[in-house]
């Protein structure tokens, strides 16, 4: 019989995760390292997002360790929240460097944590790398340009990913088609939100509601634009019950604009930020989905929900191309949706969306260190 060798010193591997959605991101792969005997992962939480409900409440249903460090960043402005990050990261790795910094996603700490790990010479890579909307108003499409830049490895989820990047003349021995992260955290926890009692506690049956979200500066940050999408979330609830958990920057905006106390009206549902097993359990049985989130196009595309996305363009075209997806205006969204609740939608199989991607990172990386 052959025993198996463990290797002398584990790879350590940080896990950057600082926003809701980098949570699920950061999940899958914590998990896959967590088996990988030649691993040592550890999160690293930077703290933007503080509150139980936009935090703590992910780690727990994704079974996520207290993270090693929390750098407790908090909110600010983009140039602190990337300055505060650079910094205070940079001192962790000082202290404790790791031998790989993984960073997810494109918030203000994906670049930050990026730059700090890059000048000290730590290999970084970044999952989820290649996305762009091509709108640099955006302060995410910035993020993203920054980050895939200065990552060594760059973990891409699908083909137009590889493109963007080859056509910014990055070589193409640092880009690496791993899959969408994300779908592996909806498929790892679908068992568990199936279960969930959301619709009962909310009055609602399957397929006779819609979902909607909104956060993005763009949608929720000028008064003038956030009445006009009241207006038609008003008109929008009389076609079918809206389910709206309310984002905290979008819940500021509504008081600051004297807008919420409008929204207060029988067939929509405002709702606090959901934990993720309630609010895909949400998705799942909804007749359509309105939002402005990215992460949103993808599990509405791989679920088959119709979703309509209220921007002026996609860092993820694939939803447009095989998923449920389709960009709409505020002029044209009541359209849009009726015409949602008249078609029924047939998802293709996306490539990559299959659950594994965490397992092909944890591969890729074992073939590069171990
Ligand atoms: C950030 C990301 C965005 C991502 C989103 C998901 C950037 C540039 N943006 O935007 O890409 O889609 O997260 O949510 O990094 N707040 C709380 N409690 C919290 C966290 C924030 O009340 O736990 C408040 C803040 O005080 C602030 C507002 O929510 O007023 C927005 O937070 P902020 O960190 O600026 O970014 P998001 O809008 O969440």
Redesign the pocket.
């Known amino acids: 019989m052959t025993t198996q060798k463990r290797p002398e010193r584990r790879l350590t591997i940080d896990l950057v995760a600082?926003?809701?959605?980098n949570f699920m991101k950061i999940a899958p792969l914590w998990h896959a390292l967590k088996t990988r005997p030649w691993a040592r992962a550890r999160v690293v939480h930077t703290g933007?997002?503080?509150?139980y409900?936009?935090?703590q409440v992910f780690f727990e249903e994704l079974g996520l360790p207290a993270p090693f460090v929390n750098l407790g960043i908090?909110?600010?402005s983009?140039g602190q929240?990337t300055g505060r990050v650079l910094e205070a990261y940079e001192a962790h790795l000082v202290r404790e460097r790791p031998d790989l910094v993984v960073v997810v996603?494109?918030?203000?700490?994906?670049p930050a944590a990026a730059l700090a790990a890059v000048k000290l010479h730590i290999p970084t890579a970044h999952l989820e790398a290649g996305l762009r909307s091509f709108d640099r108003t955006m302060?995410?499409e910035i993020?993203r340009l920054v980050t895939d830049t200065v990552c060594d490895f760059l973990w891409t989820p699908s083909a137009d990913a590889d493109e963007n990047l080859a056509a910014e003349g990055i070589p193409k021995e640092r880009i690496h088609r791993v899959g969408n992260i994300m779908i592996d955290t909806l498929i790892m926890l679908m068992p568990r939100f199936k279960q969930e009692d959301i619709l009962q506690r909310l009055g609602l049956r399957e397929q006779g509601y819609g979902v909607l979200t909104l956060?993005?500066?763009s949608n929720v940050d000028s008064r003038e634009k956030l009445s006009v999408l009241c207006d038609l979330i008003l008109a929008a609830q009389k076609r079918l019950p809206l389910v709206f958990p309310l984002?905290?920057?979008t819940r500021?905006r509504l008081e600051e604009y004297g807008l919420l106390s409008r929204l207060e009206v029988p067939h929509l549902h405002i709702l606090p930020p959901q934990p993720y097993c309630a609010f895909m359990r949400l998705v799942s049985a909804a007749r359509v989905v309105v939002t402005d989130?990215?992460?949103l196009q993808e599990e509405t595309s791989y679920l088959g929900i119709p979703c309509l996305t209220l921007r002026n363009n996609t860092e993820r075209p694939i939803t447009l191309t095989l998923g449920t997806n389709r960009l709409v205006r505020p002029d044209t969204l009541l359209a849009e949706l009726d015409s949602a609740l008249a078609t029924p939608v047939r998802p293709k199989d996306i490539p990559l969306w299959d659950g594994q991607t965490a397992s092909r990172v944890a591969e890729h990386i074992q073939t590069i260190f171990c």
Not at 18 to 21: L, M, N, T, V
Not at 105 to 110: E, F, K, R, Y
């Open positions: 600082a926003a809701r959605p933007q997002h503080y509150d409900a936009m935090s908090g909110s600010g983009h929240q996603g494109d918030v203000n700490a994906t302060p995410e993020n956060h993005r500066p984002h905290p920057r500021a989130s990215g992460g």
